[in-house]
């Protein structure tokens, strides 16, 4: 026990020896040394101004249950839900307090003992979290279904019909905000093997394509072969990867999990490559983690320690090995001698991989691009996985305040590099216009994706 560490105080009550926060490594409870520095990086201390909304309330919520001064109750689970798990805070934090593994392990807390348990909520974490999640060609399934209703006219059918009213409240909200699937997933359109059509490989790496990234922005994996091709890299694309389990670990099911990270590691040759690529901010968040996730199990912590040290954010990878900066502006630019453009900072991209000048660097060294920084470009957008989901309220506020920042800009083009981030401003961009005067909604884009451009551009050149 270092110096600095208390030991824990008796318990009040006897607490449950199964709890999570009473298995935890106690140091990890005690890091928070309550300056409040995080207070003022918290979009839900912000807006309630409560302590209790805010990482250093929740810190000692936790810290009380795992002392047994507390229960687990229905209103400790619900605050636990209400944090936006956006890591802002870590980032503040001036002594190191490891947030992340604190709302993972009280939301997996709140999940054990069931708090918040209810058929409906029940019968919903299972189908996603257990079932489609966990089952690629089952979700490719379900997205070529979507797609068919979204492209065949019963969509708008239905809309115009205003049948949408029958569906239930919460569903009849969240019907309009569905992504729109793509024509072609990740597999039709990248061969499990590529090679630079010319030129020394110099590299070779694995490409993650991801769950809603797959479905619903599979040009984005397409992109991030073609800059990977582009610069001296032999890319493998296994065409059925499994979820990484980013949303069932964010959302307290730990179990299902380490599930998908084993799988992953027993799908993966890991001294074959010499880098894992992931293009999605909150995916490589926690790929990055599976060492520490999975040190306690003997058959996959060494290659779980391998895969993190492995694990690379594609801007990351791309200044790591000096990337070819591109001579001409994308064919999209072409006719604006400077188009305004602004960045959008994914909050696990910033706050849980650290990862902020990198896509910057690179978007400034595409043609054509006039860089514009937005104001609170760290500030989380609401998407926060399923947050618009869970907590419409705050999430709408947060939306409208990104949107705001977002405008005053005056870009046309938004980079990020999020799925999550990306459909949370093209939702708000779509369903709340802005006000007259203002130019047109700007165009939602992944920083690689206009890297790819440009680079085609180039040989159309």
């Not at 934090?93 to 069931?114: F, K, M, Q, W």
């Not at 040759?269 to 520490?292: E, F, M, P, V, W």
Request: hydrophobic share 35%; proline share 8%; glycine share 6%.
């Amino acid at each position: 026990m270092s110096p600095t560490q208390k030991q824990r105080p008796p318990p009040v009550m006897t607490p449950d020896p199964q709890s999570k926060l009473v298995k935890l490594d106690y140091s990890v409870l005690q890091q928070c040394i309550h300056c409040g520095m995080c207070l003022p990086t918290c979009p839900t201390y912000n807006e309630t101004g409560r302590e209790r909304n805010s990482p250093r309330g929740r810190i000692s919520l936790m810290r009380a249950i795992a002392d047994g001064e507390l229960e687990v109750t229905p209103s400790f689970g619900e605050e636990m839900s209400y944090c936006l798990g956006c890591l802002a805070c870590v980032t503040a934090c001036p002594a190191g307090v490891d947030y992340a593994t604190l709302i993972e392990t009280s939301r997996a807390e709140v999940e054990r003992t069931g708090v918040l348990r209810k058929p409906t909520r029940s019968l919903t974490r299972w189908f996603f979290f257990r079932l489609v999640f966990t089952r690629p060609r089952l979700l490719r399934a379900i997205g070529r279904v979507l797609r068919v209703w979204q492209r065949s006219g019963a969509q708008a059918w239905c809309r115009r019909m205003g049948l949408m009213r029958l569906l239930p409240g919460r569903l009849r909200e969240l019907e309009p905000q569905a992504p729109v699937m793509c024509a072609k997933f990740s597999n039709a359109l990248i061969k499990p093997v590529e090679r630079p059509a010319s030129g020394e490989v110099r590299h070779r790496v694995l490409v993650l394509t991801g769950c809603v990234q797959d479905l619903a922005f599979s040009d984005v994996n397409r992109a991030t072969v073609d800059v990977l091709l582009e610069n001296g890299c032999e890319v493998l694309t296994p065409p059925v990867q499994f979820c990484c389990g980013s949303l069932q670990m964010h959302n307290g099911d730990d179990d299902t999990a380490r599930l998908l990270a084993r799988r992953q590691l027993d799908e993966t040759d890991l001294t074959q490559i010499d880098a894992i690529i992931s293009n999605a901010g909150g995916c490589g968040s926690h790929l990055r983690h599976y060492g520490k996730m999975l040190k306690d199990e003997p058959q996959y912590a060494q290659r779980a320690a391998e895969w993190s040290r492995k694990l690379r954010d594609i801007h990351e990878w791309l200044v790591e090995i000096n990337y070819r900066k591109p001579k001409v502006a994308p064919v999209s630019f072409a006719g604006s001698p400077a188009t305004p453009l602004t960045y959008q900072e994914s909050c696990h991209l910033c706050h849980g991989q650290k990862i902020t000048r990198q896509p910057r660097e690179i978007l400034k060294s595409i043609p054509g691009i006039a860089y514009k920084e937005c104001a609170e470009v760290s500030w989380c957008c609401g998407g926060a996985g399923i947050y618009s989901v869970t907590q419409p309220k705050t999430s709408s506020w947060l939306q409208d305040r990104k949107l705001g920042h977002l405008r005053a800009t005056g870009a046309t083009v938004v980079a990020t590099a999020n799925p999550g981030c990306h459909l949370q401003i093209q939702n708000g961009l779509n369903n709340k216009p802005a006000p007259a005067g203002n130019s047109p909604p700007p165009r939602i884009i992944h920083p690689i994706v206009l890297l790819a451009e440009a680079y085609a551009a180039e040989k159309k050149n």
